[in-house]
């Protein structure tokens, strides 16, 4: 699932997505105030466009180049709200400390990489939103196995005292799945840095 990967099935379609924000986002920061938002594998862009049209100055990356120019042609009204940077966060973690709200929806993060710099990433009073698909009734023969990327469980265990778990559950999905998703739950962490 490297660049090419995802370059080869975002042009695969004019649109892989809806362009909609996703609803666990919607739903999780109401009440923050606005601020510095990493949005972590952003794909064509519809959270971090709504964040940035709420007020937030969001840095939006993505290892899809083509995911990345959709995005930013989507969000002229926004252009100096939001940094689309094109890289590959398990490689290059982001600054530590320098964001208010680091949201990642159904990256997939492999479990054999350090997440540490994602979680350094979040700034001290700051809101780190992990989102994956509940793994219960899937197929077992799913290629790439969903069972081989960090779910916000498994993040939430690797949080230590200076964090405050929130939210860690897993609810309905509350939108329509993409074409070919078997996925009908989300799970979701919602933990603020409190130093």
């Known amino acids: 699932m490297d660049a090419e990967f995802w370059d080869e099935r975002y042009r695969s379609r ?74 590959d966060l398990t490689s290059m973690p982001p600054p530590a400390g320098n964001f208010d709200l680091v949201s990642a929806h159904y990256f997939p993060l492999p479990l054999h990489k350090d997440v540490t710099g994602l979680l350094d990433a979040v700034a001290p009073g700051g809101t780190l939103l992990f989102v994956g698909h509940d793994l219960a009734g899937l197929p077992a023969d799913m290629d790439p196995d969903p069972r081989g990327f960090y779910q916000p469980s498994q993040v939430a265990d690797l949080l230590d005292a200076s964090w405050v778990v929130e939210v860690n559950e897993t609810r309905p999905r509350t939108a329509a799945n993409p074409e070919g998703a078997h996925h009908t739950h989300d799970t979701v962490l919602r933990a603020r840095r409190v130093q």
């Open 14 to 87: 004019e649109r892989l997505f809806s362009g909609a924000p996703n609803g666990v986002l919607v739903d999780e920061v109401k009440g923050l105030t606005p601020g510095q938002a990493l949005d972590v594998g952003c794909g064509e862009g519809g959270d971090a466009l709504w964040l940035a049209r709420q007020g937030w100055r969001v840095t939006a990356t993505d290892i899809s180049r083509t995911a990345l120019e959709r995005a930013a042609a989507e969000g002229a009204d926004v252009a100096d709200r939001v940094a689309w940077i094109h890289g």
